[in-house]
């Protein structure tokens, strides 16, 4: 398996060189043919409220995106250009007034979807649950490059695991990324929880399982602590000083991570190094 098909959002104008670099890499990676999608959403039509309140068109989403079109697309075709890449550009023009349908319309034959972390305050005017949307119903793995960090070449991987339909689908929709790491750690959180499913040696038989796949991998358990999975998992990497994380998105419902918090949405709000996500 590899990579060969790659769809990288281009919507968060002010991250364009970072995500172009990022997808660059990707490709060139796995001579990819590279998709570069950017969305112009329709108008938002608010309907009339009481008897002679007139219908109400909100256009301003639309025009900003109109406006930054001609230097994004031409940053694009420029890095194709530069690394000699096969790729193209997609100018979307929607049906809907959000940036994520039309996205994942087109995501859904790619192999794997780009997109930037959603800042906290955004510059460009992106729905907030953009990243999350994508991953739940495209149907394709998604990797998320964050605000404050970049995607340079992969050596190092912390990958998420707990038996969970989940966990399974994204560490294994990373197998080419894990196959040219140097350490891959299957890392399953608070195993005692599920003695019954983790076994004597947490996360051994998917390490054994990706190693046939030449995935050098080891396999630990990791104590949570006060934390959640998704802050121990972050935390991890970090002081592993890892390129990339793995991790399954939403074992759990979105309204209960919504209601009591959870792994999924801490790591989307906090990621400092690009996360592979699956559901």
Known sequence: MAYKTILVSLNDVPRTEAMIDAAALIAKTYDAHLIGCYVIPAVKIYPEVGFAAPTAVDDTRQQYFKTNIAVVKESFERQLRQDGLRGEWRTVDSLYSEVAPSLMEHGR???????????????????????????????????????????????????????????????????????????????????????????????????????RHGVKATAEGLAAGDSNAGEALLKHANDLGAELLVMGAYAHSRMREYIFGGATRHVLAHANVPVLMSH
Do not use: C, H
């Not at 305050?121 to 739940?136: C, F, H, Q, T, Y």
């Not at 560490?171 to 983790?198: I, N």
């Open 109 to 211: 034959t790619a192999d794997l979807i780009m997109v930037s972390q959603i800042a906290e305050n955004p510059v460009a005017d992106i729905e907030s649950e953009l990243v999350e949307n994508v991953i739940m119903e495209s149907g394709r793995p998604v990797l998320i490059i964050p605000q404050k960090g970049a995607l340079v070449e992969v050596k190092s991987v912390v990958a998420g695991f707990n038996a969970t339909r989940e966990a399974t689908r994204a560490l294994f929709d990373g197998l080419p990324l894990l196959r040219s790491a140097k350490d891959v750690r299957v890392v399953w959180v608070d195993p005692y929880r599920e003695r019954s499913l983790s076994g004597e040696m947490p996360g051994a038989e998917a390490a054994e399982a990706l190693a």
